[in-house]
């Protein structure tokens, strides 16, 4: 584990207590006391450098939830070593480092690298994707997506809501309709006053894919009231959307009410635990079939156009990338 973070702890305690058919034995951390504090609780040994990690002989696989600047250098180091690698998003911050890592995989020859997009393992997304491909709504027209966070911290910066917040949705856009973005569009609404003065919240930002279905997706990280996940997608004789979280509704002094779920760890912790599961069984199997390099890459070229599109105010076209053969399944 490169990373002992809040993201960090949360999959160390994952393999440990959730997923079988692994065992974290080392971990390393910017923060040297962190590290060894959580190794002492899973007997792990530390080490100074996540290349430390990656080069170990007892490390038959890494995990990267370190700062995002530092996970293309991981990524390529790992796959250089021949050593399946999950990487939490971004697989990295410039759509470059993604076309490298692409160039790196292929050149060794077998998928190494999977990308921590957890929405794809998420019950509801995944009975959405059946509906849609499916064709029980009829080909797709429009997509409607809702992405609020209760609040966020000073640290979080505009071009955030894209590279941070909005790649979710991106991964989850390009997944469930099985076509890439091609024009991006961001809208400035408003201000809320629930927010600091650097930060522009909330954004909307259109998009368009190469078979023309139109979706709009609203990133509002201060809303207040909690962590909202929607999503619905119109076709030409139905629609479906994303169910939200099962809660018990209560009857009580003349008011019928149901809880909302307060940050995404609570909302994708089911999520979270059936990626990394269905991670080691792929690496146990020799076929990893996760979110793969590509699509980490293909979303970093959609987050760079829609970060320009911010700062300029104007629509931005993307090229559709070819998507190599070797990622064709």
Not at 276 to 294: K, M, N, Y
């Amino acid at each position: 584990m490169i990373g002992t973070g809040m993201i960090g702890r949360d999959h160390i305690r994952r393999v440990t207590d959730v997923v079988t058919g692994a065992q974290v034995v080392a971990v390393t951390d910017i923060d040297v006391e962190r590290a060894k504090e959580i190794a002492s609780t899973i007997d792990a040994r530390v080490l100074p450098t996540g290349h430390d990690v990656i080069n170990d002989p007892l490390v038959d696989a890494v995990v990267v939830t370190s700062w995002g600047p530092t996970h293309a250098e991981y990524v390529l180091a790992a796959i250089a070593a021949g050593k399946p690698v999950f990487c939490e998003k971004p697989l990295a911050t410039a759509a470059e480092d993604g076309l490298r890592i692409v160039e790196a995989e292929q050149a060794f020859g077998r998928r190494l690298v999977q990308v921590g997009f957890m929405r794809r393992y998420d019950a509801g997304y995944r009975a959405m994707k059946r509906v849609i491909d499916s064709g029980e709504i009829g080909a797709p027209l429009l997509m409607h997506c809702v992405h609020r966070n209760q609040s966020v911290p000073q640290t979080y910066h505009s071009d955030m809501a894209v590279q941070d917040t909005a790649v979710h949705e991106i991964d989850i856009i390009r997944w469930l309709l099985d076509d890439d973005i091609v024009s991006t569009q961001v809208i400035t609404p408003r201000r809320t006053a629930n927010r600091f003065g650097h930060l522009q919240d909330p954004q909307v930002m259109l998009f368009e894919t190469s078979g023309g279905v139109r979706i709009d997706l609203e990133v509002f990280v201060n809303c207040q009231y909690g962590y909202d996940i929607q999503c619905e997608t119109v076709g030409e004789t139905g629609t479906v959307r994303l169910p939200d979280p099962a809660d018990v509704w209560l009857r009580s002094a003349g008011q019928l009410r149901t809880g909302v779920l307060q940050d995404w760890q609570q909302r994708f912790a089911a999520a979270f635990d059936r990626e990394f599961t269905e991670w080691v069984a792929s690496i146990a199997d020799g076929r990893l079939c996760g979110p793969s390099a590509w699509d980490g890459y293909a979303t970093a070229l959609i987050s760079d156009a829609t970060t320009e599109a911010r700062h300029t105010g104007r629509v931005v076209t993307l090229a559709r990338p070819d998507r190599p053969a070797f990622y064709a399944t």
